[in-house]
């Protein structure tokens, strides 16, 4: 049975070691002690509790669309090279590059500080944002 210290159960989750330790209070994550350290979180319980938020978390874009994987985060770095950019963004623990045309991010209003919306599908990554930063 894989055990993740709170730590890494937080960061899974993208919630604070405090935001697990009171869902371990709840009973809404399984977790163990051992007489020698630190508590530690079953991660099948975390993977279904991960799961159950999936299904009830609100949509990031009232866009419909066939990639399921979004990936909210912050633009780190714009790097503009003539027709291309390269826009890198950090959505919690996970750097996130895609390789766009310099117009389209023009257009997009991407710079370092932009929150954006990396929306992955197989090995193509678009950016998208709410629009509110232009």
Not at 9 to 27: C, K, P
Not at 43 to 59: C, F, I, N, Q, V
Not at 76 to 99: E, F, K, N, W, Y
């Amino acid at each position: 049975m894989t055990q993740l210290r709170i730590s890494e159960a937080a960061a899974l989750l993208g919630v604070s070691d405090d935001t697990v330790r009171r869902l371990v209070e709840r009973g809404e994550l399984e977790a163990s002690a051992a007489a020698d350290g630190p508590q530690t979180v079953d991660g099948a319980s975390l993977a279904r509790l991960a799961t159950e938020r999936a299904k009830t978390a609100p949509e990031s874009s009232p866009v419909l669309s066939s990639a399921r994987n979004h990936f909210v985060g912050i633009v780190t770095r714009v790097q503009l090279d003539g027709v291309m950019a390269q826009i890198d963004i950090q959505a919690g623990p996970h750097r996130v590059v895609s390789l766009i045309s310099a117009e389209a991010a023009t257009e997009l209003g991407l710079e370092v500080g932009t929150l954006a919306t990396a929306v992955v599908k197989a090995t193509n990554v678009s950016v998208e944002t709410t629009g509110a930063a232009r």
